[in-house]
């Protein structure tokens, strides 16, 4: 042990490390005074630079649409150059507007005008001819411009929070660029079908980012636009269920779609409103009549959608399957237009934003030459399609014109008319009040524009319908009768009512076009 081995005597002692300093006696030492610190320049001022947070994020989010509005605007306004180049584009429009003036005038929707239609369109048109004048459709044209770049705007967003700003750009495009590839009388008027888009694109939308009461309102405006409209509560509800579902948001959403639903009844008359809208519409939406007839009306607008889409089919086929919510947006429209088996043009026109949305899935998949390859080619078939319409002859336009014409200058304004027709235009263009709260002979006989061979004559009618027109005939007949039925199975040789009220009550005043007309005899 080291203990045990003492040093050398010769060895140094071992120097002290720590000495020890001498214990103080007295008080302890003054503190040294302090010191002021040492100038120094001021820095200068930091630019002011905002926390990120909800403000940012929505400053990001609205970035890219000051540059992205002013184009699809000018694309919207070129597809629907053609819409103002007639008065009329279809009997829907001249049945609006008619429609309008008589509520513009103090009439009552439903009991005094009636169609199978919810109420939104007709007081549309009345509130444009409040504003603007009853003689011309131009104000509610630019509101389906507008109606166009919404729903564009509303794709483009949808896209954007998918797949990016570009495809963002894309889908607003291919909606605008695909909503003219039918018929032009289908896709240039300002009807029901324009006007539907904005609502449905607007619910899913709304319920994409969870907004569930605003999606339900969108649902019941679809709704209130045109009654298939309502199909669009299927992807919405989609959403809702891979949202994590909740009876809260269910909730939301079955008071964000009952509440507009039942005001707008109670605005109207409840009785009427029901079943004008839902119940009274069993024979418009059953199946009768000819079956070639109906398949061929259905083949040909769905290949002439096709052929406005026919750049992009390729990549669809390619791309596989899309989000669920959309191939279930596409599959609930196509039952829209299968509906009650009329196959109308226009009824293909809800299938546009869903294809819109999938066929820019499929582009920003595919190699950049083949994107743009197919939108340039899907840019220049809609350019045909709009040439088609700025070209395409009117013959029923011209007509309408010409019957308009010859009644005005055979009655007097305020005297009422009776035209027995499907093309209720004739009387906006001529100025003269209906004499009888059915526009068309529709509801009177069964007769459809999208049917052969359906069962017609006065047992077929909207139930009550007949009461009606011979009490409404008889207290005030019409001064001057038109029969443009021009020989169908729905003509007054047909129909007793009306054969019996020419024979006793009329007496022939000439035709035109075919069209025959006849003058109240004097009492």
Known sequence: MRD?????ADAPAAPTLT???????????????????????????????????RAASRTRALAPWPRLLPGLALVACATRLPSFRLPLWSPDEGFLAVQARLLADGGALYFDVVDRKPPLMPWLYEAAFTLWGDTSLTPVRVAAVLAQLATALLVASLARRRWGSAAGRTAGLLHLLLSVGLNPEDTQAAAFAVFLLPATVAALWCADRRHWGAAGAAVAAAFLVKQTGAVVLLPVLLLWWRAG?????????????????????LATDPAGFLFWTVTGSGSYASFSGSVPHVLARALVNALLLAAASAALLLPLARAGRGPAELRLWLGASALAVVTGLHFFGHYYLQLVPPLALLATRALHRSPAAVRAGALRATAALAAL?????????????????????????????GERVLVWSMHPETYWLAGRPPASRYLTAGLLTNHSGGRAGARTGEPYAVPGTWHVFRAETAADPPHLLVDDSRGGDWSPRHLPTLRTLLAEHYHPAGTVDGARLYVLRER
């Open 19 to 53: 000495p020890q300093r001498p214990a103080r006696t007295g008080p302890p030492p003054a503190a040294p005074a302090l010191l002021p610190p040492p100038r120094t320049a001021p820095e200068p001022p930091r630019p002011h630079r905002p926390a990120p947070g």
């Open 245 to 265: 579902g909740g009876g809260r948001g269910l909730a939301r959403l079955a008071l964000g779609a009952a509440l507009p639903v039942l005001a707008t009844a």
């Open 4 to 8: 045990q081995y003492p040093p050398a």
């Open 385 to 413: 399609f709009v040439l088609w319409g700025l070209l395409a002859p009117r013959p029923d336009t011209d007509h309408a014109v010409r019957l308009a014409h010859t009644v005005r200058s055979l009655t007097a304004p």
